[in-house]
């Protein structure tokens, strides 16, 4: 139980495109879902929170406008990277909790490269 | 500030060993603790979770936490080459919507 899946799992975009990447929760209701970035060797960093049905809440220094973030469905959430710049390149992780569990469970991630 | 801290490693241990992983964390709120271990190039995997004082015992995982002093860890028992990996400790307050806090991980190297 608890599995959530990524897609894709990899990509590579040009400079200037936008980039979706979908989260799925595939057996459970998600009432919560997480968006981080990894670069290399480094932590992961927490970009935003999610919840059903309403906006995401952003951590400081992370543009919301820049990445969009739907929670469309207890079982979906995208992340949508817009005009992407060669720093944006990284792993991008999401994760999905149901609460009332505390735990919360990590998507396999999507490497993006942007050229 | 609330962090968590965790010592970078690496942790060298021999197979067979016991490996000791420690994390301190600064918010005396904090409610609910977890271990995560992520391979190199993947994503993290929940290993253990605890939310009182003591011991908690999960095969050849033991973590173990004290409030009082504020500090979380994990036991690998008989460690594994395989076991090989960065272990992430995690913490969520009470109340709220639980986010989550990491640390920045502890790299362990299980060498045969």
């Known amino acids: 139980g608890a599995v959530v899946s990524q897609h894709p799992s990899r990509v590579i975009c040009k400079s200037g495109t936008s980039v979706k990447i979908e989260c799925r929760s595939l057996d459970f209701q998600a009432t919560t879902m997480f968006w981080y970035r990894q670069f290399p060797k480094q932590s992961l960093m927490l970009m935003a929170t999610s919840n059903e049905g309403s906006k995401a809440t952003y951590e400081q220094g992370v543009e919301k406008d820049k990445f969009l973030i739907n929670h469309a469905s207890l079982t979906l959430s995208t992340l949508t990277v817009t005009s992407a710049h060669p720093e944006d390149s990284s792993f991008y992780i999401c994760?999905?909790?149901?609460?009332?569990?505390?735990?919360?469970?990590f998507g396999p991630g999507t490497r993006l490269t942007v050229t | 500030q609330k962090e968590v801290e965790q010592n970078s490693g690496p942790l060298s241990v021999p197979e067979g060993a016991i490996a000791s992983l420690n994390c301190t964390y600064s918010?005396?709120?904090?409610?609910?603790f977890f271990w995560y271990r992520q391979y190199s190039g993947k994503s993290p995997e929940l290993i253990m979770s605890i939310y009182s004082n003591g011991d908690k015992e999960d095969g050849r995982f033991t973590a173990q936490l004290n409030k009082a002093s504020q500090y979380v860890s994990l036991l690998i028992r008989d460690s594994q080459p395989s076991d090989s990996a960065t272990y992430l400790c995690?913490?969520?307050?009470?109340?709220?919507?639980?986010?989550?806090?990491f640390g920045r991980g502890t790299s362990l190297i299980v060498h045969p």
């Open positions: 995690a913490w969520t307050r009470a109340g709220g919507s639980y986010i989550p806090t």
């Open positions: 994760s999905a909790r149901a609460e009332p569990v505390r735990e919360q469970y």
């Open positions: 918010d005396r709120g904090s409610q609910s």
